[in-house]
């Protein structure tokens, strides 16, 4: 399905201080929002993903699905920055009539969620039944629940965290160092950076999965050799992948936009920003995930009013939130048709 366009012809503040005449967003809807307008599910997509969540998590989202466009109201937007329709570094900046390129202001977590309010009044979406989204959509999730507190009536932060850790940083400068050392990418030029992009990608690939992801799929067998090894073209393989259907700059500015993440900035504190969340909230985490470890998804219910956590396992390491929709799906159901959760302080399961 192709996204649809909203455009915001009012000015616009970015956290930044910097102010944008315009933005306008790509996003995707599946399904009707019915009569009494409590149907809707905000799906947020990760770093790389497009507006349509049926091409993603087809697992989650489709026709007898968790998330089945009969029942909901399903919306997904591109997050600001990417390359999938939405304001990007690719487009024309109004003052220069040129590429934005390298001078494209990176828009935060909060800054994302507050440009998707107008569009969910344009919408007509009062309340939003559900939303749900893993890593840097979690991200943005968190960010709407405490800005809205009264908004969602469901929330499931998957695989994310409150702030974006030193660890989870360092991931992404490295990412940005691989970028900045490709010679073309100062250039004013879509294909800048491309190659270096590459390997941001398969240095990304590495805090993505896990041990075992790599010791199932891509192990050798013969005993015998010494070069050529199958993980190596896998890593190689997957920045291939990547840069048919991205470009560095989208890359390095959502890097950008995911290590600004902090839900406490302006808001006393981390613990009390996610205290004002009043959303039936289930945070769930992948034990194998070693850039958003268990521990964050544990703080971010232990911080939260009535939360539950839960974990899965996952052979794939962070993108079994992907990966495992029957393993999420159930959870998800489990917890929505729950008549109470047994602690109302905070419920740590597994």
């Known amino acids: 399905?192709?996204?649809?366009?909203?455009?915001?012809?009012?000015?616009?503040?970015?956290?930044?201080?910097?102010?944008?005449?315009?933005?306008?967003?790509?996003?995707?809807?599946?399904?009707?929002?019915?009569?009494?307008?409590?149907?809707?599910?905000?799906?947020?997509?990760?770093?790389?993903?497009?507006?349509?969540?049926?091409?993603?998590?087809?697992?989650?989202?489709?026709?007898?699905?968790?998330?089945?466009?009969?029942?909901?109201?399903?919306?997904?937007?591109?997050?600001?920055?990417?390359?999938?329709?939405?304001?990007?570094?690719?487009?024309?900046?109004?003052?220069?009539?040129?590429?934005?390129?390298?001078?494209?202001?990176?828009f935060t977590p909060r800054d994302?969620?507050?440009?998707?309010?107008?569009?969910?009044?344009?919408?007509?979406?009062?309340?939003?039944?559900?939303?749900?989204?893993?890593?840097?959509?979690?991200?943005?999730?968190?960010?709407?629940?405490?800005?809205?507190?009264?908004?969602?009536?469901?929330?499931?932060?998957?695989?994310?965290?409150?702030?974006?850790?030193?660890?989870?940083?360092?991931?992404?400068?490295?990412?940005?160092?691989c970028i900045e050392a490709d010679a073309t990418w100062k250039e004013k030029d879509i294909h800048a950076g491309i190659e270096g992009m590459k390997v941001a990608r398969s240095v990304a690939l590495i805090s993505y999965r896990h041990y075992e992801t790599y010791l199932e799929s891509q192990h050798d067998e013969n005993n015998l050799q010494i070069e050529n090894f199958k993980s190596e073209s896998y890593q190689r393989y997957q920045g291939e992948k990547l840069a048919k259907r991205f470009n560095a700059f989208s890359y390095y500015k959502l890097s950008q936009s995911m290590d600004s993440h902090n839900v406490g900035r302006g808001r006393e504190s981390i613990e009390k920003a996610l205290q004002q969340i009043k959303a039936k909230t289930l945070s769930i985490g992948i034990e194998t995930d070693i850039l958003f470890p268990l521990v964050e998804q544990k703080f971010i219910a232990a911080n939260i009013q009535g939360a539950s956590y839960k974990y899965i396992y996952s052979n794939f390491g962070h993108d079994g939130f992907l990966l495992e929709y029957e393993a999420i799906g159930r959870l998800i159901t489990e917890f929505i048709h729950s008549k109470k959760i047994s602690n109302p302080k905070f419920a740590v399961t597994n």
């Open 112 to 177: 994302m969620i507050r440009a998707y309010q107008p569009l969910r009044n344009f919408l007509g979406i009062e309340k939003i039944h559900i939303g749900i989204g893993g890593s840097m959509g979690g991200q943005q999730l968190l960010e709407w629940a405490i800005e809205e507190p009264e908004l969602f009536e469901y929330i499931f932060p998957l695989a994310t965290n409150a702030q974006h850790s030193p660890w989870g940083i360092a991931f992404n400068a490295s990412q940005r160092l």
């Open 1 to 106: 399905m192709s996204p649809k366009t909203f455009t915001y012809n009012n000015s616009f503040t970015l956290e930044s201080g910097i102010i944008l005449s315009q933005y306008h967003l790509a996003y995707t809807t599946h399904g009707k929002l019915n009569e009494a307008k409590d149907n809707t599910v905000w799906i947020f997509h990760a770093l790389t993903a497009n507006s349509d969540p049926t091409e993603w998590w087809p697992g989650l989202v489709g026709e007898g699905k968790v998330f089945d466009p009969a029942k909901y109201f399903i919306v997904c937007v591109n997050m600001p920055g990417s390359c999938y329709g939405s304001i990007s570094p690719l487009d024309i900046n109004p003052h220069t009539h040129e590429r934005y390129y390298h001078d494209f202001p990176f």
